[in-house]
């Protein structure tokens, strides 16, 4: 079942500003967790919040921005959910991919969100410079910025 339309649209327009806080620094890592996510909007709870991510992904896709659903992960392994990997911005072909690949592709879509929203905090308060961008990948945090990619798994995790 799916949210109906006006709500759907109520929680797009409260999740976006929470995941630019992220990504622009305002939390450890650059991520948040789908549980953090809903209980700072206030709902629409576990079961509607990928369909939440996925209109915000559909809208900012449209805007030629980066994906923000990358910001969000899971507690317990710091990747994102099976959702992810199912947006429709994303190619199909990423749906089957390996595991391997379909992490290096999340890194790579987070970078790109961090670097996109770094550039626009810069060029609207006129400093320079970079804070990083961390995310939490299977163990411990993975620098990106500055990184060549595909970025190696910890060992005994491919």
Same mark, same amino acid.
């Given at each position: 079942?799916?949210?109906? !339309?006006?709500?759907? /649209? /109520?929680? %797009?327009?409260?999740? #976006?500003p929470i995941l630019i806080e992220v990504v622009k620094g305002k939390r450890a890592n650059k991520v948040i967790t789908?549980? &953090?996510?809903?209980?700072?909007?206030?709902? !629409?709870?576990?079961?509607?919040?990928?369909?939440?991510?996925?209109? %915000?992904? &559909? $809208? =900012?896709?449209? &805007?030629?921005?980066?994906?923000?659903?990358?910001?969000?992960?899971? /507690?317990?392994?710091?990747?994102?959910?099976? @959702?992810?990997?199912?947006?429709? %911005? *994303? !190619? +199909?072909? *990423?749906?089957?991919?390996? #595991?391997? =690949?379909?992490?290096? $592709?999340?890194?790579?879509?987070?970078?790109?969100?961090?670097?996109?929203? =770094?550039? &626009?905090?810069?060029?609207?308060?006129?400093? @320079?410079?970079?804070?990083?961008? *961390?995310? $939490?990948?299977?163990?411990?945090?993975? !620098?990106? *910025?500055?990184?060549?990619?595909?970025?190696?798994? +910890? #060992?005994?995790? @491919?």
């Open positions: 079942m799916a949210l109906r !339309p006006e709500t759907l /649209k /109520k929680y %797009v327009e409260q999740a #976006r789908y549980k &953090q996510l809903d209980e700072e909007m206030g709902g !629409p709870g576990r079961g509607y919040i990928g369909e939440v991510l996925e209109e %915000v992904c &559909q $809208r =900012e896709h449209e &805007q030629g921005r980066p994906l923000l659903s990358s910001l969000v992960v899971h /507690k317990t392994d710091g990747l994102p959910g099976n @959702g992810f990997w199912e947006l429709q %911005v *994303l !190619p +199909p072909s *990423l749906r089957n991919a390996s #595991r391997e =690949e379909k992490i290096d $592709r999340w890194k790579k879509e987070h970078k790109h969100a961090c670097e996109y929203w =770094e550039i &626009q905090t810069h060029s609207s308060n006129g400093k @320079g410079g970079h804070r990083g961008c *961390l995310i $939490r990948g299977l163990k411990g945090a993975l !620098p990106l *910025l500055k990184t060549s990619f595909p970025l190696p798994l +910890p #060992r005994g995790e @491919g």
